[in-house]
């Protein structure tokens, strides 16, 4: 199948659990690479599909089927698990083990010899897998997504479903970057090796990336995601997660943090910078704590009184104008002062209604 043209693979994208492992990429799904695209690792997978004049650096492992299409080369082994089928001038530096039956076209160059345990067949050939890859492509396009599911589940023949691999057209995959021109996704406990460069970028959780992200829109990193480089972007937004960790510096247009995010670098940010909280159980326990240390302030200050009713049973009743003063004075003090220095203001206020006694005294005596 040649895939000329916008194709239907119109993003990266990167299947849960998928590793590199040395110089292979390893997924558990299959795997579709579009043409004229240049993947320097190695491939191992259950269905492999390469597209027309696509260069694969190292050996390809299929579970099931593989197809190469016309002008590719592989710079190493195929071993198929299935059938094969070898577009024209198809170039294996290596040797092919096909344990099914094997389509061939013509002048394909096999440098190493193969094998197959079934049928050989030489011709340019059109095999079945990718015929149902056209039709499912076509009803997704028309929006018939229930047969598009039917036939999906039917092409499973009762494995479960698994997210392929999803290289676009004129991508470049290598061990030090992997460069696309479409959006990028990448799923949940990957690890990935190479710098990431794509239109736009969204890496799920539990993820270790031993390299940078570079995109001109929008980046988002997961929680619990381990990102060993810059994460980068002209215009778009920068969403690092709770829990994610990015061991380098973040420069973005807008750039939005969660509660719990870890950034090693500087952060940099030519429009708004958001700190977002976390919300839930944990809000409602600091609000409890907030309210209980109000009733506890509460308690405190019914507790400063009991001097002043000390005070009360230390003050001369003999006159009621000098207990008035004396409680006045207690009241104005008790906030601000101890219990030794309400004593010394009572004392006070005491000699000061003596000493007015002793005038109206003398007053009389005239």
Not at 2 to 18: K, Q
Not at 46 to 62: K, L
Request: aromatic share 2%.
């Amino acid at each position: 199948m040649s895939l000329r043209g916008g194709g239907p693979i119109e993003e990266l994208a990167i299947p849960s659990g998928t590793t590199v492992e040395e110089h292979d990429v390893v997924v558990d799904g299959d795997v579709l690479v579009g043409g004229q695209s240049t993947v320097e690792l190695g491939v191992r997978g259950r269905n492999v599909a390469i597209g027309e004049r696509v260069s694969v650096g190292d050996d390809i492992e299929a579970e099931g089927d593989c197809r190469l299409d016309t002008w590719c080369s592989v710079d190493g082994n195929v071993l198929v698990g299935e059938d094969a089928y070898l577009g024209e001038r198809v170039t294996v530096t290596g040797r092919l083990m096909v344990s099914g039956d094997l389509d061939i076209g013509d002048d394909v160059t096999i440098e190493e010899g193969f094998e197959a345990n079934g049928w050989i067949v030489i011709r340019n050939p059109v095999p079945t897998i990718v015929f149902y890859f056209i039709v499912l492509s076509q009803l997704l396009r028309v929006g018939e997504t229930d047969a598009a599911g039917e036939l999906a589940e039917a092409l499973a023949d009762g494995d479960d479903v698994r997210d392929p691999l999803l290289i676009p057209r004129s991508a470049e995959i290598a061990d030090d970057a992997w460069r696309v021109s479409t959006p990028a996704t990448v799923g949940d406990d990957c690890r990935l090796h190479g710098n990431l460069r794509a239109a736009s970028i969204r890496v799920g959780e539990r993820n270790e990336v031993f390299g940078s992200l570079r995109a001109r829109e929008d980046i988002t990193v997961g929680a619990e995601t381990v990102i060993h480089g810059d994460v980068t972007t002209r215009g778009g937004t920068v969403t690092v997660e709770a829990g994610a960790r990015v061991l380098g510096d973040v420069s973005a247009g807008d750039l939005v943090v969660y509660d719990g995010a870890e950034i090693q670098g500087t952060l940099r940010a030519r429009g708004e910078m958001k700190l977002v909280q976390r919300t839930g159980p944990e809000t409602e326990a600091d609000e409890v704590e907030e309210g209980r240390g109000a009733e506890a302030g509460g308690s405190d200050g019914v507790d400063s009184e009991e001097p002043d009713g000390v005070g009360d049973d230390d003050a001369d009743p003999g006159d009621g104008t000098e207990n008035e003063t004396t409680e006045s004075a207690r009241e104005d003090d008790a906030p601000e002062t101890d219990g030794e220095s309400d004593a010394e203001g009572t004392a006070a206020v005491t000699a000061d209604a003596g000493a007015a006694t002793e005038a109206v005294e003398s007053e009389d005596d005239s």
